[in-house]
Every structure is written in structure tokens, then in C-alpha cells.
Nanobody, 124 residues
Framework: QVQLVESGGGLVQAGGSLRVSCAASGRTFSSYAMGWFRQAPGKGRELVAA????????YYADSVKDRFTISRDNAKNTVYLQLSSLKPEDTAVYYC?????????????????WGQGTQVTVSS
């Protein structure tokens, strides 16, 4: 069982930066691939970034490539998402998710555990 708790969301102006964190409970965090999804009002949940358990493979959605950075610290059971050069269209609830095994998928239903989400709002 893994419990995930996101933090660090908030209101930021366009062009600004923000870092969201996801703290995991449990001793097996390092055996999960981790993903950051987002969901804007009226839209589906989309994967924006993912990382394998040892960080050897990383995925970014085209819409966030070169602006967002995912990282993880297995010693702290935490995964991070650094959001930079933010745009109003990045406004969404951001969720972290854990998937057992060392691979990631873009489809939400493959992930085993989810956090409660943290709101990121980018003003123009």
C-alpha cells in the first residue's frame, strides 16, 4: 500500500515557476514508477511527466517539454515536479500517481495509487 500526498501548488503569474512535491508513505516507494498528471476543468486527466524507479527513463508531454522537470529522491520517498515558464493553459489540478514496476504509461488506469491533487493556477 502506498499513500501519496501532494503539496506546493498555488497561484503564480504567467512566466513564473513553481515546484510541486509528492510525499509517499511505505517502504517500497523505490519500486514504483511515478507520474505527474494534470486535469483542467472539463478535460481529461493527462500525463505530463513520468520517471522510472531509478530515474533512468523520463517522459514529458510535448506541451511541457523544456519547461517542466521531474525528479525523485528515493531516500526521502518524494517525487518532484518543477514547473517553469508557466502559461495560463498549465492551470489544472496536478496529481501524482504510482505505478508498480519499472515502466510508465500515459493512461491513468495503469496507475495503482493516486494523491488527492494540488491546484496550480497561472494568471495572465
Amino acid at each position: 500500500q502506498v499513500q501519496l500526498v501532494e503539496s506546493g501548488g498555488g497561484l503564480v503569474q504567467a512566466g513564473g515557476s513553481l515546484r510541486v512535491s509528492c510525499a509517499a508513505s511505505g517502504r517500497t516507494f523505490s519500486s514504483y514508477a511515478m507520474g505527474w498528471f494534470r486535469q483542467a476543468p472539463g478535460k481529461g486527466r493527462e500525463l505530463v511527466a513520468a520517471i522510472t524507479w531509478n530515474g533512468d527513463r523520463i517522459y514529458y508531454a510535448d506541451s511541457v517539454k523544456d519547461r517542466f522537470t521531474i525528479s525523485r529522491d528515493n531516500a526521502k520517498n518524494t517525487v518532484y515536479l518543477q514547473l517553469s515558464s508557466l502559461k495560463p493553459e498549465d492551470t489544472a489540478v496536478y496529481y501524482c500517481a504510482a505505478k508498480s514496476g519499472n515502466s510508465y504509461y500515459t493512461i491513468p488506469r495503469y496507475y495503482n495509487y493516486w494523491g488527492q491533487g494540488t491546484q496550480v493556477t497561472v494568471s495572465s
